[in-house]
């Protein structure tokens, strides 16, 4: 579980801030996102070949920096 602790004299805006971006980080709110709705098996792979076919484009455009 993610936790924040305010340091004194701190805004509490700061520390929401903080937090959001330490949710981020972990990839919670992702994580919680995919898992609010059931998602089939072939969606699934599909999302997970889409995300690997962008990655390695990106990598053979910056391969030769």
């Known amino acids: 579980m993610?936790?924040?602790?305010?340091k004194k004299g701190e805004p509490v805006e700061r520390a929401?801030?903080?937090?959001k971006k330490?949710?981020?980080?972990e990839g919670t709110i992702?994580?919680?996102?995919?898992?609010?709705?059931?998602?089939?098996?072939?969606?699934?792979k599909r999302r997970k070949m889409k995300v690997a076919k962008f990655s390695a484009m990106l990598a053979a455009r910056y391969a030769d920096y």
């Open 16 to 19: 929401l801030r903080r937090m």
């Open 2 to 6: 993610t936790e924040i602790k305010l």
């Open 22 to 25: 330490k949710l981020d980080r």
């Open 30 to 44: 992702k994580d919680i996102r995919n898992r609010r709705a059931f998602e089939k098996p072939s969606a699934k």
